[in-house]
């Protein structure tokens, strides 16, 4: 069963840094294009960032550019994302997810492509 896990959210205040990290259970997310979406109470899902196979050339949605950042570990089949400077406006939960082409060359957060997701893990940013 393939299945995407999220984990490293918590209470974090503004200024601060926060590392999510998605792993995967029977898959190996280097063939995959892997993106980070979140959702906030009350608003719709919203693409975060995306990173390719290669893990070069990360894209990202503009009110996180220059905050956060996405990496992958291929050797421990592992996709971060590293937030700095957190706003309360980053309070969501993030979800990772996995384009559904292999080795696909589309690097998008276009929910269309992605067909496997992972349960979230929330993020507070306050005081």
């Not at 421990?76 to 979800?95: F, I, P, R």
Request: charged share 20%.
């Amino acid at each position: 069963q393939f299945e995407l896990v999220e984990s490293g959210g918590g209470l974090v205040q503004p200024g601060g840094s926060l590392r999510l990290i998605c792993a995967a259970s029977e898959l190996k997310l280097d063939r995959y294009v892997i993106g980070w979406f979140r959702q906030a109470p009350g608003k719709e899902r919203e693409g975060v960032g995306c990173i390719g196979t290669t893990g070069g050339s990360p894209s990202y949605v503009e009110s996180v550019k220059g905050r956060f950042s996405i990496s992958r570990d291929n050797a421990k089949n592992l996709v971060y994302l590293q937030m700095n400077a957190v706003k309360s406006e980053d309070t969501a939960t993030y979800y990772c997810a996995r384009e559904s082409t292999v080795y696909s060359a589309v690097v998008t957060t276009e929910t269309y492509f992605f067909d496997l997701w992972g349960q979230g893990t929330h993020v507070t940013v306050s005081s």
